[in-house]
């Protein structure tokens, strides 16, 4: 629908809503992540909960992919102890995790086979 403006032309607002699409096809909101400049790092894994990341106010993006040929992991966005049995589950082959806004400040655990790596980018 048009909604005028000033009565002149061209009479109409234009309105862009960032957006992305997600793994069922839909459009959704994104924010200040797009204009992230993402940081790459290497997380050993231990067998035991262990921190993934820690909280940081400046950061709007948080992705982690357990790799190809690793076991099953499980993160813990809170922050709280990592469980398999709790926290979003990535399994081996290249699963992967994205959290965005306000919830990729937080500091973040992990869990999974010892000497396995997650590799996480930040931004």
């Avoid at 076991?71 to 992967?96: H, K």
């Amino acid at each position: 629908m048009d909604y005028p403006v000033s009565g002149k032309a061209p009479n109409v607002a234009e309105a862009v809503v960032p957006h992305a699409i997600d793994g069922s096809g839909n459009a959704v909101p994104v924010g200040n992540e797009d204009a992230a400049t993402l940081t790459k790092a290497s997380v050993t894994m231990t067998g035991v909960s262990a921190a993934l990341v820690g909280a940081s106010a400046s950061r709007s993006i948080v992705i982690v992919v357990n790799g190809a040929t690793n076991s099953p992991a499980a993160v813990d966005p809170t922050g709280g102890t990592a469980a398999l049995d709790a926290g979003i589950q990535l399994v081996g082959g290249g699963d992967m995790m994205r959290i965005t806004g306000k919830a990729a400040q937080s500091a973040m655990t992990q869990i999974g086979t010892n000497g396995e790596k997650l590799t996480v980018y930040t931004g």
